[in-house]
């Protein structure tokens, strides 16, 4: 039996003349959208607002193959989310509403430590605070076709739903089978996303998808609600049509491809180590999966673990393009120059992988999560450990969050100010207004004034 390909990752060492230009190779990705792809999704927003459901029946024909006379064909009821959740197995069941109660548990906490409405008053009386409240209707995109994505929807919804949003809709493509057996209007309807969406509590759904689905949440059409924010992933057209429409509505964010960069000192079984960059290279060619460490022997161990795993996974050849293509083992002089490239990289899953993760914790900035010790493997981050999954990626950890309960909120500015204050208060800001040319601002504030002021200036 002849010995498993080699799989061909980087190999680098922060000690080599070249390896700030190898590092930067590593890291590079272009997040430009291709020109065709911004073409098409234009002519689809521009489509789908001026001619609402039709257009969004239309697009929904051509992409996924679903033709349908109606837009009532498209649209889910809570009768379907509790008949999909009723055939899952009960191990399905019970593993949705676990996850579910830790979501909603650690986003219960955030709220608290985050989300709450406060005021106070100076010493002249003036009333000064922030008033928190939930955005009115959130739209939810959760991937469809070649994969389900449950727990995507759980960590959408389940925040929203935290901080007090009271209409989640969702948008889940459904395309019908390219083989020729398609169900019919219905497409393929992934009965475990169904019920997440009953146990999240999703308001209303529409099997739809792509920037049809987008376009049709930031614009409204007669039978789709116009939303206030758009939060999920998606593909290039789902990106591409989610940068458009911002500013029309809010979004989360702008995904990139799906990254992990695991800190190890070598005292991990090299095998975990493996399979947690597999975790990750299997989602796309594009994802990308780090390792650094100071222990020469454990990267080689770490080599020959995924040479001899790979060929047993059933995403072998994407696992293989995504490490070869982006992937990299990188030895260090120490952990303290791990834990600064780390910083430079600013991931969106770092795993510290060390007997002592609390003693590198503190030296590390940027990432989108963090995940502590060998046992934290960040696919338990994916599904049910409690904080969001939804993180920023390519870099944008440096100035960006985790997806949470402060997305679905909005804060507005609480001043009363009294009579006295307003004796303070209009003074300075007459004098700045005066200063900038703006004679009606400085005015306004002198009228509330108990000794007036000389002619104006």
Known sequence: MSAPARVNLRHLATTQPDFEAAFRAVQHWSAETDDA??????????????????????????????????????????ADFAAAFEAVTPAQRDALQQATRRIRSYHERQLEATGKSWSYRDEDGTLLGQKVTPLDRVGIYVPGGKAAYPSSLLMNAVPAHVAGVPEIVMVVPTPARRDGSSKGSKGERNTLVLA?????????????????????????????????????????YVASAKKRVFGTVGIDMIAGPSEILVLADGSTPADWVAMDLFSQAEHDELAQSILLCPDAGFIAAVQREIDRLLPSMPRAAIIRASLE?????????????????????????????????????????????????????????????????????????????????????????????????????????????????????????????????????
């Open 325 to 457: 293509g982006r992937g990299a083992l990188i030895h260090t002089r120490s952990m303290e120059e791990a834990c600064e490239i780390s910083n430079r990289i600013a991931p969106e899953h770092l795993e510290v992988s060390s007997n002592e993760p609390q003693r590198w914790e503190p030296l590390l900035r940027h990432a989108g999560a963090i995940f502590l010790g060998a046992y934290t493997s960040e696919s338990l981050g994916d599904y049910c450990a409690g904080p969001n999954h939804v993180l920023p990626t390519s870099g944008t950890a440096r100035f960006s969050s985790p997806l949470g309960v402060y997305d679905f909120q909005k804060r507005s500015s609480l001043i009363e100010v009294s009579e006295q204050g307003a004796q303070t208060l209009g003074v300075i800001a007459a004098e700045l207004a005066y200063g900038e040319g703006l004679q009606a601002h400085a005015q306004a504030a002198e009228m509330r004034l108990t000794k007036k002021p000389g002619a104006p200036r």
């Open 37 to 78: 792809i911004e073409s098409r999704v234009a002519g689809i927003l521009a489509d789908v607002r001026q001619r609402g459901d039709a257009a969004v029946i239309e697009y929904t024909a051509r992409f996924d193959g679903l033709a349908v006379s109606s837009m009532a064909a498209l649209e889910l009821t809570q």
């Open 196 to 236: 997440a969406a009953f146990v999240a509590g999703v308001t209303r759904a529409f099997t739809i998808g792509g920037a049809q689905a987008v376009a049709a949440l930031a614009y409204g059409t007669a039978t789709v609600p116009k939303v206030d924010k758009i939060t999920g992933p998606g593909n290039a």
